[in-house]
């Protein structure tokens, strides 16, 4: 198989599978009892997880500290700390029920790529970081990216007082991860101190196993907005309300979910690329003999387009003020949650991505992502580039999400000679292409 033995030995020895699959393993073993694989942010297991990680980040010769932002950060130094920080990560928190892979390949493949370049007895010229960013899935806070944003300098003040379910708030819950939220009032690092950003992920699509393609090098990722919508109508005994006199929250947010849906679908037939979702409902009372009286969504828009982004809301909310609160009587307001915009990487990572696919003798193709990640936001901070591995059938944010030893392997390989080419072709804290 291209890329394997016989062909560029010298960098096969510098990484080890057994040690990337120990870690992968160990990693996944911080999850709920019967319910694979979750690992919230901000709960006990996470927190395990995370010193486990930590400790592994001194063992691989790392260096280790935890921002005002909760990111977990693994420095190994180079000769020449003026030159900027290549950094490379992701996050290891997951969604419910969600994947074993999703974040935590890109997180432990860079430390392999530390680990495997501090063990070469070759010191970089750049200071390499690890970094895991603290969640990044969206939390119970209703924010995603946490630590990215708050390295990033885009997680405004008001954020920080979004509660969970149980009323805390999320800078209470920056600070228990180890952060100091009174210092997020700005970006946490400076564009002068990083020379690029690189991130490892599962595709969490099909096109790169429909393809036969082993690597993904990604161009631009989506931006996402999320908003809380809130249908407010009357609770009532089901029994004694007859239908004529309810005023039904579910009913009408039923409703306002299959128009997000149809809505959609016109956008995307004859405007470009636009998907949008309502993933979460909450009902109060929430019982088995009463109306709903409120119910909650959150509705999550994503394109490539800024203007398609922007477009989306207006148009759902001028329906649903005739066909939802008129005809049913109901009332709905709407809070935005959080907004990321679409990013571009930056051509020079790109093109350095792509080549050190080839010089490894891997196939390569050039794609989007439809997913939000961390390097979206690191792209405020420096140039920014991605790659994909192949995962089973496109499975994500699922339990059956699953990923081949070699494919992760691969994806290690390209991430280190990326990141090592980056040192050798970057003086002065530049990337390739860029002044």
Same mark, same amino acid.
């Given at each position: ?176 991860? *180890?952060? !100091?939220?009174?210092? %997020? $009032? ?7 101190? @990083? +020379? =690029? #950003? /690189? ?93 709903? *009286?409120? !119910?909650?969504?959150? %509705? $999550? ?7 398609? @982004? +922007? =477009? #989306? /809301? ?122």
């Amino acid at each position: 198989m291209p890329g394997r033995a016989g062909q560029d030995t010298y960098w096969q020895m510098k990484l080890r599978e057994d040690r990337l699959q120990m870690r992968l393993d160990r990693l996944s073993e911080f999850t709920v009892p019967g319910r694979p694989w979750t690992r919230r942010a901000f709960t006990e297991r996470y927190a395990a997880a995370r010193d486990w990680l930590q400790n592994e980040m001194a063992l691989a010769g790392l260096t280790t500290r935890v921002d005002a932002g909760g990111n977990l950060i693994g420095t190994l130094e180079g000769r020449e700390p003026a030159h900027g920080i290549l950094a490379s990560g992701s996050h290891i928190d997951t969604v419910v029920d969600g994947g074993r892979y999703d974040g935590i390949l890109g997180v432990v493949a860079a430390l392999e790529a530390a680990q495997a370049i501090a063990e070469s007895g070759k010191q970089p010229g750049h200071t390499i970081e690890v970094i895991d960013f603290l969640s990044e899935e969206p939390s119970d806070y209703g924010v995603s990216c946490v630590g990215s944003r708050a390295m990033s300098g885009n997680l405004p003040t008001d954020l920080l007082e979004y509660t969970n379910p149980s009323g805390e708030r999320l800078g209470e819950a920056i600070r228990r991860a *180890g952060g !100091a939220p009174e210092k %997020l $009032e700005g970006p946490l690092r400076g564009k002068e101190e @990083l +020379a =690029g #950003f /690189l991130e490892l992920h599962i595709e969490q699509g099909r096109v790169l196993e429909s393809t036969g393609t082993q690597i993904g090098v990604v161009t631009n990722i989506v931006g996402i907005r999320r908003y809380e919508i809130v249908v407010t109508g009357r609770a009532d005994h089901s029994g004694t309300t007859p239908m004529n006199l309810r005023q039904d929250a579910l009913v009408g947010a039923s409703r306002i979910v299959e128009r997000v849906n149809a809505q959609a679908r016109e956008l995307q037939a004859s405007n470009g690329y636009l998907v949008a979702t309502v993933g979460k409902i909450s009902v109060r009372p929430d019982a088995a003999n009463a109306v709903p *009286g409120e !119910a909650r969504l959150t %509705l $999550e828009v994503r394109s490539d387009s800024e203007d398609r @982004l +922007a =477009g #989306f /809301l207006d148009p759902l909310l001028g329906w649903a003020e005739e066909a939802v609160c008129r005809q049913d009587a109901l009332q709905i307001e709407v809070r935005r949650l959080s907004a990321t915009h679409p990013t571009d990487c930056a051509e020079p990572i790109v093109d350095t991505l792509a080549a050190s696919a080839a010089e490894l003798g891997f196939s390569s193709m050039k794609m989007p992502s439809g997913a939000g990640h961390d390097a979206a936001h690191m792209a405020r901070l420096c140039p920014t580039g991605m790659l994909f591995v192949p995962c089973l059938d496109g499975r994500s944010h699922c339990p059956e999400e699953s990923i081949t030893m070699e494919d992760a392997l691969n994806g290690a390989r390209v991430l280190t000679r990326a990141l090592l080419a980056l040192d050798g072709t970057a003086p002065k804290g530049a990337v390739p292409g860029k002044s």
